[in-house]
């Protein structure tokens, strides 16, 4: 599935709510964080950063969201 028009600019929630409506059919039973999630890999991935780097940041962010 393309991931078109996406930027560093773009707001992850936003796109992530647009993609899954646009993909209704396949993406129904995904939740919305585990997209979320997925676009911020790839955000970082844009930036440079690679995957090891982005996943310690996105776990060390979701035990925070968790206290």
């Not at 911020?40 to 776990?59: A, C, E, F, P, V």
Request: glycine share 2%; hydrophobic share 35%.
């Amino acid at each position: 599935m393309p991931i078109r028009n996406f930027s560093l600019e773009s707001n992850v929630k936003l796109f992530g709510d647009n993609l899954k409506s646009r993909h209704a059919e396949k993406l129904s039973s995904v939740p919305n964080e585990q997209i979320e999630k997925m676009l911020k890999l790839l955000k970082d991935y844009n930036r440079g950063i690679d995957l090891q780097t982005s996943l310690k940041r996105l776990q060390a962010q979701d035990e925070i969201f968790k206290l």
